[in-house]
């Protein structure tokens, strides 16, 4: 429906007139000591009926008169407050810089709502495939991912591999696009490939690189675990590579440091 027609249709269920409207305008014009929020009869019928854009004086005139939401009418008129974060994302300035924007408070985001019952969060996991239903709830903070349609990953609680850079616990975003190990193209550590991996007894989530006909699973300098020497692509596939991650930047207390790691150790080809 057009905004104009909408803001007509809630005007009319209040039982305001047109002079009615435009003297609740003038007083906030006094009030706010500009005449840009006040509204003429014939400009009020050229908003309803003509399809005229308003300025943002007068749609704030508008919402005050009507008890209107103001990102609402916003969005009448094709102005998604909530789209705002993805769109800025696409700009990106060279120096760092405060965020002025505010979180969107309205709209619904597709997430999962259940698990595969039996998943063991202390082995990495990927998660996508355990995903029993997906729901909308209200955090629209994330209506700019496409969830449904991404693939993710779970680090598992006793998966140490890439900590401390991939802390145990972590969130990982997966695209499966990109499933070709290269050994090269980096300058540091950061610029890494980082690989999810399915192995014939669970899952990985670390550096790789080819060997011959095997893969090297690399972790971190940092981590306690041992470098790992499987057959490919025999003995593991390649589900793709990480592209986004979500962790808490503090060690969990209760992370198991000692005891048995679900990690091999090297051994030599067979």
Known sequence: ???????????????????????????????????????????????????VLPNIHRIYSLCAIYRLDFAQVLDWYGVS??????????????????????????????????????????????????????GRVPLSLLAGIDVANRRFGFVGWEDERMSPMLQPGALVQIDDSVQEIVNTGWA?????????????????????????????????????????????????DVVGQVVGVAMQLRPVENLKRTGNRRTRPATAPK
């Open 1 to 51: 429906m057009d905004a104009g027609l909408r803001l007509k249709n809630v005007r009319e269920q209040l039982g305001l007139r047109y002079r009615e409207v435009q003297q609740a305008s003038e007083l906030i014009a006094q009030r706010r000591k500009s005449s840009d929020f006040a509204i003429a009869l014939s400009r009020l019928a050229d908003i309803e009926n003509k399809g």
């Open 81 to 134: 407050l909530d789209e705002m974060w993805r769109d800025a994302m696409h700009v990106r300035p060279s120096k760092t810089h405060a965020l002025g924007l505010h979180e969107p408070t309205r709209g619904e985001v597709l997430l999962p709502l259940s698990l595969s019952p039996g998943v063991d969060l202390n082995d990495t996991v990927y998660l996508s495939r355990f995903i029993q239903e997906w």
């Open 188 to 236: 540091n550590e950061f610029e890494r490939p980082i690989y999810f991996l399915e192995m014939r007894d669970g899952f990985a989530c670390c550096w790789c690189s080819l060997a011959g006909d095997h893969l090297i699973l690399q972790p971190h300098p940092g981590s306690p675990c041992s470098p790992e020497l499987l057959r490919y692509p025999q003995d593991v």
